[in-house]
């Protein structure tokens, strides 16, 4: 009985995962979207292990789960938005260097900087400011946003991976 419903939860996942996606999308969860949708699949996996009795109305139940996941960011995202201010204030943290000698350049090294921060995904921008202006371990990053230390990693490495790539792309030019 268990492998049976399992089986139609796989089935039904694999109908709806775009339907999923597209509504992750619709609540300004671009960069996210596929994560949540992975995060949908293993609650209603857990779930499943969980009750005793089938559940009536399978696909209802997963949009009940994406639509408490969609809250969940919400809330997140409300808790973690950072003023204009504290960007700045992160972009001057990161453009002081001690390579640079000329004030103009270091200026104009921090606009781009902030430019680029701008242009992160917000969860990866939030990562790179509580890594280096608060100070934040992986693990107390991950536990504020709600994932694995490695997703922090992962957003760290992208995030300085991306700005690095368009610093010197931009040295190039």
């Not at 609540?27 to 949708?37: C, I, P, Q, S, T």
């Not at 949009?63 to 973690?80: D, P, W």
């Amino acid at each position: 009985m268990a492998a049976e419903q399992a089986g139609g939860w796989a089935r039904i996942f694999a109908q709806q995962t775009p339907v999923l996606r597209g509504f992750f999308k619709r609540r300004g969860a671009n960069d996210e979207a596929e994560d949540l949708v992975q995060e949908t699949w293993l609650r209603l996996l857990r779930a499943q292990q969980a009750q005793a009795d089938a559940i009536d109305n399978p696909e209802a139940y997963m949009f009940t789960v994406a639509l408490n996941l969609a809250r969940e960011r919400g809330a997140l995202r409300q808790r973690l938005t950072y003023s204009t201010e504290d960007i700045e204030n992160f972009g001057s943290q990161l453009a002081s260097s001690e390579c640079v000698e000329d004030t103009a350049e270091r200026v104009q090294r921090r606009h781009r900087l902030l430019a680029l921060l701008g242009a992160l995904p917000e969860r990866t921008r939030a990562v790179l400011v509580m890594q280096y202006r608060d100070g934040l371990s992986y693990k107390q990053i991950a536990s504020r946003l709600g994932v694995s230390p490695h997703m922090v990693k992962k957003h760290v490495v992208r995030g300085l991976s991306f700005c690095r790539r368009a610093m010197a792309d931009e040295m190039k030019e």
